[in-house]
């Protein structure tokens, strides 16, 4: 992931964050909770944080004592960058796939890490609907190549859906495609 943006911004604690907020970009983050992640010095994600933030790309709010941030979705940028990110990490790749080979889907959600922005290298995903088992292993295997994630699919109908959805709500979940009705 690095590789393919590094060519255009230089700082690797920007392209963290730039990736951990516009993957899921309603989840928000603050400081400490960034460094920690990262493993980066406070400063360092300070620095970034106010230069992103100066640009526009990031919003703050502040909470007590803690400012958090998330990106500005209104920003004239967003779409793209957020576009990039997604093509980076392999996300564009694995919807594409899933909904033009694997079935009738109805829905897919990205669960956990990936939903929270976090670039962990395991995809979880949510599938809902009639999905070709045979042929999502296959992608499936194709994309880890290629994207260097792993991605683990929960197959689910309509019916165990609706039964396991109080659990699921407590998990971070982020729709990421739905058929259109």
Not at 1 to 14: C, E, Q, V
Not at 82 to 96: A, E, P
Not at 111 to 132: T, W
Request: net charge positive.
């Amino acid at each position: 992931m690095n590789d393919l943006l590094s060519g255009i911004i230089s700082s690797k604690t920007r392209i963290k964050l730039l990736v951990r907020l516009f993957i899921n970009p309603l989840a928000t983050s603050y400081l400490r909770e960034l460094s920690k992640e990262f493993n980066i010095s406070t400063n360092s994600v300070r620095e970034e944080l106010n230069q992103l933030t100066k640009a526009s790309l990031l919003k703050t709010k502040k909470n007590g004592r803690q400012v958090y941030y998330t990106a500005n979705q209104e920003h004239p940028l967003f779409p793209e960058l957020r576009s990039m990110i997604n093509k980076v990490v392999g996300l564009d790749q694995v919807i594409d796939g899933i909904v033009s080979r694997l079935g009738d889907l109805e829905c897919a959600y990205l669960l956990d890490d990936y939903a929270e922005g976090k670039d962990s290298g395991i995809i979880d995903l949510l599938l809902i609907g009639g999905i070709d088992h045979y042929h999502l292993n296959d992608l499936s295997r194709k994309t880890e190549r290629y994207i260097k994630r792993k991605i683990r699919p929960l197959v689910l109908s309509r019916e165990e859906y609706k039964v396991l959805l109080p659990k699921l709500e407590k998990r971070a979940r982020l729709l990421i495609w739905e058929a259109k009705k």
